[in-house]
Every structure is written in C-alpha cells, then in structure tokens.
C-alpha cells in the first residue's frame, strides 16, 4: 500500500484468546504453502531493482503445474514497464449462475536496502514466532494464501460451483510503476469482472502479548494523493543572500503544513468501529468516548487523535515525505520542491484538498499541484450479509470470541480502482498483526508465524464458502 496501511481494525480492543509467538507444527499443506509464500518473498518486486513480472511468471508456473491449462493463465504488461507485469488466473465453476470472485493481490513492495536492516530484506528468515522480510506482510503474506488456494481448489475432485479468479498486479506501492489493477479494470475488465472481490484491508489486531483483540473487514478507504509544493527563485551566488530563499519559503510552507489540522469527522463505518477503542480506560479512549457521544466536542476529538491509530482516521491528513532543493552548495537555490501526501476523508475531494494547502500555506510563491488529480475515489462496497454473514461465522469458527468490525483504512489500496466498473471490492479479515504495525513500509518488516498459518486457514474456508464446494 502506498501508505503505512492503519485499519480501524488496529485500534480496537476486546480480547480473548492467546496467540503463541511458537510456529505449530506444519501440516503437509502448509509445507508447501509455506514455499509459496518464500519464493514470493525472495522475489524482489521493488520498483527500483525488482521485477513483478518475475514474480507473476513463478506463481503462473506453479498454477500450471497444479494443472491450469495456459488458456486460463493471463500475462500482462506494459511495454513502456515491461518488469512490472502481472497474472490473471481463472477457475471455472461448475454452475453458470453461481456467484463469481475476484482474489486481488498486489506483488509490488516497498524498498528496502540491505544496509539498513538487522537481516537481508529478501530472504525469508523465520526467526522467535516471526517471518522477517519485506513483503512478509504487506502484501505477499495474502498473494501467497491466493495462489494456494488457487491451487488446492484446482486439486480438488471436482471444481467449485462459482467461478474464481485471481489477480496479481504491480503498481501498487508507487505512481511510477505501471499500475496492473488499474489497467485491468479499464482495458481488460472481463477478465477480472466477478460479483465481488477480496482483498489486503481489513486483517485483525493483537495485543502486545499476542492476544487476538480484533477481526476487521474493510469496506471504505481514504483517498490518496500526493501534492507537489514547489517554490522557484532566480537564485544567485551565495556570498550574496537575499530574503526569498527558495529553501527558506519551502520551509516555512511546510511548517504551515504541519501545524493545520483538518476538520474532524465522523461516518457510519468510523463511528461503528471506534466504538470498541472508547470503551478503552485510557486518556485518548475516554477523549473518543466524549467525541462519540458529541461530535461536537472537538476538544475531545484533538485528545483522542493522540493515539496516532485515532488520528490516522478520523479527518484528512497531510504530511511532507519528500524534499529535494537546490543545485551547487555555493549557489542560492533556484528551485526548492517537496511532496506532501494526504490521505483524504471520504466525501472531500482532491481539489478541496489542494485548496485548504493553498490556504494554509498564504503564500503566492509556493506552487501547490496535485500530481495525480484524476485518480479515482473509493467507493465503498456495501454490507452485503452474503459477504459479511460468511466472514463472521467462519471466524466464529476460528477465532472463537473475537469481535468482527468493519473499518476504513487509513492507507490506500488497489480496490480503489474497481469503483470504475462498479465491483465491490472488500478487504478481507484473516491474518492479525501487532499493533506498532508490524514494520510495514519500514524496517525489519515481519509477520507472526501462527498469524499467517490461522489466517491462511480462516481465508482458505471462506474462498470455499463462497464459490461454493464441489
């Protein structure tokens, strides 16, 4: 995700269960499982150094070696990005009239140089209850669970009743890479149509002692958009100062920046998820608990958004992560240019957005451009109890007593994209992380190893639950 990906579902508490940081003993199944997932995660799917296309033709040759004919293994490209190619695969159902499904996966990840982590970022190291690498969990811990149950169900003596596909694409994790979801949904949209798609999103949360708190599905996210703030100047020699330093503008602007809060809001999905997170004896859960009963309260609201998990969702936020200024150390900076990267609240726009940093910032120098103003919004998919009802039985099954919430990431994801053609994707539940999240865009990115075998399970049961046993 091109984010720090923060679900609601990281923020609640009610708690059973413990989770060993002990990996079980592996089944067979998860043997091989447990390849799929290494192979993944020893593929590097940078931007910079890797190639998704690499990464697509392994999970494609081990689909037809499961016995997918190529008829129904799709490769795709763009010859402009020809290393971050993805897959589409198809499993026909035996029933015509039985509900389709969309598994969706992204197999780009963020980078990561070996020089700043504890342990090479793509060998997969099982190490104290934990997979380390990059990827673990965002997202090649699903795209590993996809294509296996892609290949068990293949296996099996008979098809299901509905038809299943499965999309893995690049693009995800950045605007310069060619973006798979997005292409297939415009160009190559029969082959991904389905009922309803799954996808990253949702998860669940432990404790700091590993406890199961919560399960999560989402079913909304907050808009991306990057914005450019660019200040430029005639500049000069530096022995020869003058008051509009380009560096010194820039500066002042994103001082500005980071000092405007935007409006708090609350809707159904945030107020429905947060409810949990109140009941909380601490400071920012009895500010949220205020700000629930009163939206109003918007003193309660700035306590609350302590908790940086709060704060991640319950207004537009905005925050610098690029800066790059001027040209020569003995010269005045002709040109100072950062990004600022805001994660926008449903129902406000791109262009609002961009008109509240104009207003923020107050100053005619600063250039403020959204560098992708025509990426769509989210449209968040509805709480179908054909969806929903599976999800919260088949956890009641395996994760006895754990609540289920729906949520809004605070990140964004490639579901955005199926707005387009009005196909309801859903971030699916399943796979439970910690609540400092897991290193996920950062470093030493990991994953419990009892998570992802329980999770692999419950998502195992809930792809057949739906395409229906043969």
């Known amino acids: 995700m091109h984010r720090f990906r923060t679900a609601l579902a990281a923020l609640l508490v009610l708690?059973?269960?413990?989770?060993?940081?002990?990996?079980?003993?592996?089944?067979?199944?998860?043997?091989?499982?447990?390849?799929?997932?290494?192979?993944?995660?020893?593929?590097?799917?940078?931007?910079?150094?890797?190639?998704?296309?690499?990464?697509?033709?392994?999970?494609?040759?081990?689909?037809?070696?499961?016995?997918?004919?190529?008829?129904?293994?799709?490769?795709?490209?763009?010859?402009?990005?020809?290393?971050?190619?993805?897959?589409?695969?198809?499993?026909h159902g035996s029933d015509p009239k039985a509900r389709s499904l969309l598994l969706l996966g992204h197999i780009d990840v963020v980078e990561a140089h070996r020089e700043d982590w504890t342990r090479d970022p793509f060998v997969l190291v099982e190490e104290d209850g934990y997979f380390f690498g990059r990827g673990t969990s965002d997202m090649k811990s699903i795209d590993a669970v996809w294509v296996d149950t892609m290949i068990r169900l293949k296996k099996a003596p008979k098809p299901p009743r509905g038809t299943l596909k499965m999309a893995l694409t690049?693009?995800?994790?950045?605007?310069?890479?060619?973006?798979?979801?997005?292409w297939l949904a415009k160009n190559r949209s029969d082959l991904v149509r389905a009922d309803f798609g799954?996808?990253?999103g949702g998860g669940g949360r432990l404790d700091d002692q590993g406890r199961r708190e919560t399960l999560a599905v989402q079913v909304g996210e907050k808009a991306y958009?990057?914005?450019?703030?660019?200040?430029?100047?005639?500049?000069?020699?530096?022995?020869?100062?003058?008051?509009?330093?380009?560096?010194?503008q820039l500066a002042e602007a994103l001082l500005k920046v980071r000092g405007h809060v935007f409006p708090m809001k609350l809707n159904d999905t945030t107020r429905a998820a947060l409810a949990p997170r109140a009941e909380r004896a601490d400071a920012p859960g009895q500010a949220l608990k205020r700000f629930l009963a009163n939206p109003q309260d918007i003193e309660a609201a700035?306590?609350?958004?302590?908790?940086?998990?709060?704060?991640?969702?319950l207004h537009t936020n905005c925050v610098a992560t690029l800066l790059s200024a001027g040209h020569a150390p003995n010269a005045l900076p002709q040109r100072a240019t950062a990004n600022v990267n805001c994660r926008i609240f449903p129902g406000e726009s791109v262009e609002?957005?961009?008109?509240?940093l104009v207003g923020v910032i107050a100053d005619p120098a600063v250039k403020v451009e959204a560098?992708?103003?025509?990426?769509?919004?989210?449209?968040?998919?509805?709480?179908?109890?054909?969806?929903?009802?599976?999800?919260?039985?088949?956890?009641?099954?395996?994760?006895p007593g754990v609540p289920l919430v729906p949520s809004m990431a605070a990140g964004a994801s490639d579901a955005v994209y199926f707005g387009q053609i009005h196909m309801p994707i859903y971030g699916v539940p399943g796979i439970m992380g910690d609540p400092d999240g897991n290193g996920v865009h950062g470093l030493n990115e990991r994953l419990?190893?009892?998570?992802?075998?329980?999770?692999?399970?419950?998502l195992f049961d809930l792809v057949k639950t739906y395409v229906g046993e043969s």
């Open 15 to 91: 708690a059973p269960a413990a989770a060993s940081a002990q990996a079980p003993q592996l089944r067979p199944d998860q043997v091989e499982f447990r390849g799929i997932y290494k192979e993944l995660v020893e593929t590097n799917t940078t931007l910079s150094a890797g190639s998704c296309t690499e990464a697509a033709a392994k999970m494609g040759a081990r689909l037809k070696a499961a016995g997918y004919p190529d008829s129904d293994l799709t490769y795709f490209a763009d010859p402009k990005h020809p290393k971050d190619g993805g897959l589409v695969a198809v499993l």
């Open 170 to 182: 690049c693009g995800e994790e950045s605007d310069g890479a060619f973006n798979g979801a997005d």
């Open 198 to 200: 799954l996808n990253e």
């Open 225 to 248: 958009q990057d914005y450019r703030l660019t200040v430029t100047n005639p500049g000069g020699h530096s022995s020869r100062p003058r008051p509009d330093n380009a560096i010194y």
């Open 302 to 313: 700035k306590l609350a958004a302590a908790d940086p998990s709060i704060n991640a969702v």
């Open 352 to 356: 609002q957005t961009r008109q509240v």
């Open 371 to 399: 560098t992708d103003p025509n990426k769509p919004l989210a449209v968040p998919p509805p709480l179908d109890p054909r969806v929903i009802g599976p999800m919260k039985a088949i956890a009641a099954k395996h994760f």
């Open 448 to 458: 419990r190893v009892r998570s992802l075998y329980e999770g692999r399970d419950y």
